[in-house]
């Protein structure tokens, strides 16, 4: 933990907590589910093995998240929030509804990351308008390198979704084929589906139901409802 500020202040002594580099990141994948390191690291991508470990022990030592084995992998551990951690869950949805309403949002956009948004784009689909049959949606970043170009959404009858960055061995039913900023500025309720198809920075190819109801089903940000103030 980072030195304190020798305050009893409550928000001071929070601050001690929560405020170090990537605290509420972190915090907003575990406030989002997420509760095995690799799952975690994934909603991190851009923080190291190491400082993931710290601060989950940092959080650990702070009442905030408790560390459970899993039965019948010893070396195999979840992550799950306590009370405390739980109270916070309020915390980090106010931050994230103050960023979606006063962050400009060129700002936002200039931080561009295909894995953490399909990450987050799996974990939020709608499946509810999706046949009661495996589909499977490929996104092509034509404006990225061949190593990013390429993700795979697999929605099964189940409402299971897995995401793959290499190929699944599927027939594929849709096609979407974009630019990263269009994706992500759906993703953030900055604009559509349509939008961008008329942008034509979007286009869909293959199953036609799939296709028109992709705003429906693509589950966007939990803070896209939030309209910008800026």
């Known amino acids: ?3 304190g500020y020798k305050q009893f202040c409550p928000v001071a002594m929070a601050a001690e907590v929560l405020c170090t580099r990537w605290t509420v990141v972190l915090l907003r994948e575990l406030v989002a589910g997420s509760t095995r390191f690799n799952d ?20 650990e030592a702070a009442g905030i998240v408790e560390r459970r084995r899993i039965e019948g992998k010893q070396k195999t551990h979840e992550y799950h929030l306590t009370d405390a951690g739980k109270d916070l869950r309020s915390v980090v949805e106010t931050i994230g509804i103050w960023g979606q309403r006063w962050v400009d949002s060129d700002l936002s956009l200039d931080n561009l990351d295909p894995s953490l948004l399909m990450w987050d784009m799996r974990r939020n689909l709608n499946t509810s308008p999706l046949p009661k049959k495996r589909s499977v949606i490929e996104f092509l970043y034509s404006d990225l390198p061949s190593s990013k170009k390429r993700w795979w959404l697999i929605v099964e ?10 190929d699944p061995g599927f027939d594929v039913d849709l096609i979407v084929e974009t630019k990263l900023r269009a994706m992500t500025s759906i993703w953030m309720g900055l604009s559509t589906v349509k939008s961008e198809q008329n942008n034509k920075t979007l286009t869909l190819d293959g199953d036609r139901k799939l296709a028109s109801q992709m705003q429906k089903w693509l589950g966007l940000s939990p803070f896209a409802v939030e309209q910008k103030r800026v």
């Open 40 to 59: 975690l690291r994934r909603g991190v991508p851009r923080m190291s093995s190491a400082l993931l470990s710290q601060r989950l022990k940092d959080l």
């Open 157 to 166: 009858p189940t409402g299971t979704v897995d995401l793959c960055s290499v």
């Open 1 to 3: 933990m980072q030195a």
